[in-house]
C-alpha cells in the first residue's frame, strides 16, 4: 500500500559511485551515509548528471492537470480520466493523483500503473482505494513522481529543486543523489560562509546568494569563489 512507511538504508560510499540501466530499489527511496549525509534514489532525464550541479524535478507538465474524470465509487482501484491527454507507459507509476476539485478535493493517491495515451482518455491503476467518491464535476492533477527524470536545475524554474548531483548517471540510468548534509555544489558569485543559497536564476545547477525569490537550498558551511564549487550544508530532503 502507498501508505505503509519503512526505515532508511543506510548505504556506504561505494553505493554513490555506481549507476545502473535498471533500478536496484524503488525510486526515492531515502538513505542515509554513516557520516549522516542524506540521499535519495532517482532516476537521471534527458541529461546526464554532472556530480556538484543542483538537480531539479521533471518539468510541470500543465496539460495532465486539471483534468475531468468518470464518476468513480469510494473503494475503487482505477480512476479513468475523460479529459484526453498524452502520456508515455507508466509515465507517472509512483507519482500521484490528486484531486483538486470537490468532490473528493484534497486527497492524492498514488499512482500504480497506466498504459500510454495519445490524445486519449487513460485509467489510473491507484495503490490505495478512492477514499471520497469522484463525480463527473470532480477534477484531478496528474504529478510525477519527483525523482523519475531529474534534471540539471534550469535558469527559470519548472519545478522544485530535488537534489546535487554526486555521481555522472548517464541518460535514464538510475543511482543516488544527495539532499542533505554537507554537499558539494557549483557557485554562481561569490557565496559567503555561514549564509543562505538559493537556487541560481543565472547559472543552470549552480546556486548563488539567496535574494529575490529563487528556491532555497541550503547554508554556505565555506567561502565560496564564483564559478568554483564549496561545501553547502543542503537542506532539500
Known amino acids: ?9 543506510m548505504i556506504v560510499e561505494g553505493d554513490l559511485t555506481s549507476n545502473s540501466s535498471t533500478p536496484q530499489t524503488t525510486v526515492g527511496s531515502r538513505a542515509v551515509s554513516p557520516e549522516g549525509r542524506v540521499f535519495r534514489y532517482a532516476k537521471a532525464g534527458a541529461v546526464a548528471l554532472v556530480p556538484g550541479t543542483l538537480l531539479q524535478a521533471p518539468a510541470e507538465a500543465t496539460g495532465n492537470e486539471d483534468l475531468a474524470v468518470a464518476a468513480a465509487a469510494a473503494g475503487a482501484t482505477t480512476v ?6 498524452t502520456v508515455t507507459a ?33 485509467t489510473l491503476t491507484l495503490e490505495d482505494p478512492i477514499q ?15 525523482y523519475n527524470g531529474v534534471i540539471i536545475n534550469p535558469t527559470t524554474a519548472t519545478n522544485a529543486p530535488i537534489g546535487v548531483a554526486v555521481y555522472p548517471i548517464s541518460i535514464g540510468y538510475f543511482g543516488w543523489i544527495q539532499v542533505g548534509g554537507p554537499a558539494a555544489v557549483l557557485a554562481d558569485g561569490t557565496v559567503t560562509v555561514g549564509t543562505s543559497v538559493v537556487a541560481s536564476n543565472g547559472t543552470a545547477g549552480a546556486v548563488e546568494a539567496a535574494t529575490g ?7 554556505a558551511m565555506e567561502g565560496i569563489a564564483s564559478t568554483e564549487y564549496g561545501m553547502i550544508k543542503l537542506s532539500i530532503e
Not at 479513468?80 to 491527454?85: G, L, N
Open 1 to 9: 500500500m502507498a501508505t505503509q512507511l519503512c526505515n532508511d538504508i
Open 80 to 85: 479513468t480520466t475523460t479529459t484526453t491527454v
Open 90 to 122: 507508466n509515465q507517472y507509476a509512483g507519482g500521484w493523483m490528486v484531486v483538486t476539485v470537490t468532490p473528493g478535493q484534497g486527497y492524492q493517491y498514488k499512482i500504480k500503473s497506466h498504459p500510454a495515451a495519445t490524445a486519449a482518455a487513460v
Open 132 to 146: 471520497v467518491a469522484l463525480t463527473t464535476s470532480s477534477r484531478v492533477d496528474l504529478v510525477a513522481n519527483p
Open 213 to 219: 525569490v529563487q528556491a532555497p537550498v541550503g547554508i
